[in-house]
């Protein structure tokens, strides 16, 4: 007889109930970048979602000190401009109305309560997924959602012990990160095909 497999994305997108499967893209997003709306893209599609939000993470208030990160809303209007062109991929600043630090779990449970019409997927990558059981409330996380995981490199996954609703997504790599985008910025070196075209100038002059 022939194993059977748990369920995959696809099937439990057509056997839920039918509130809008909306992926939780959480991140910096300092700057945001190609690479970032590439990946969620091609998650939305493998995932059969009907919309990825980009949770834009507010500086962690025992961080005041981190020069490298952009003030907050000057990350959220970047984000929001990159994705303008994009109907089904949205800034979101939801987080910046929690307590900080944020949580992944408490941003998850508050998105369920003011969005019952709306079935939230969390978004992580394979590095992420391999340290997840030092996040805060992992069960809880477990319990409630289901998980789409994308590859990283240097971060292998074994489907076969992932749990039946944390799922790996095969989407390409990304090497490009916004690190190194900041570096060129203040190296003055090019960055076109990095970040959208509507963004540039502002990366520019914001990280310069």
């Known amino acids: 007889m022939n194993a059977i497999a748990p369920p995959s994305l696809a099937t439990r997108a057509t056997t839920h109930d039918r509130r809008l499967r909306t992926g939780v893209f959480g991140g910096s997003f300092n700057p945001i970048h190609v690479g970032h709306i590439a990946l969620a893209r091609q998650i939305l599609q493998a995932a059969h979602l ?11 208030p025992f961080k005041t000190n981190d020069t490298q990160l952009l003030d907050d809303r000057s990350r959220l209007d970047l984000t929001s401009r990159a994705l303008a062109t994009e109907p089904t991929l949205k800034a979101s600043d939801y987080e910046f109305h929690l307590p900080k630090p944020s949580y992944m779990w408490n941003t998850l449970k508050h998105l369920a309560t003011d969005y019952p019409e709306r079935t939230f997927i969390l978004i992580i990558g394979a590095d992420n997924w391999l340290a997840f059981d030092r996040w805060a409330e992992p069960q809880y996380i477990l319990s409630h959602h289901e998980i789409a995981i994308y590859p990283r490199k240097g971060y292998p996954i074994d ?5 039946p609703n944390v799922h790996l997504v095969d989407t390409q790599l990304y090497p490009l990160s916004s690190t190194e985008i900041r570096r060129r910025v203040k190296a003055r070196q090019p960055i076109d095909g990095l970040v959208p075209d509507a963004i540039l100038p502002m990366v520019q002059k914001l990280y310069r």
């Open 159 to 163: 489907r076969s012990k992932l749990p």
């Open 50 to 60: 009907e919309e990825v939000w980009f949770m834009v993470s507010p500086l962690n």
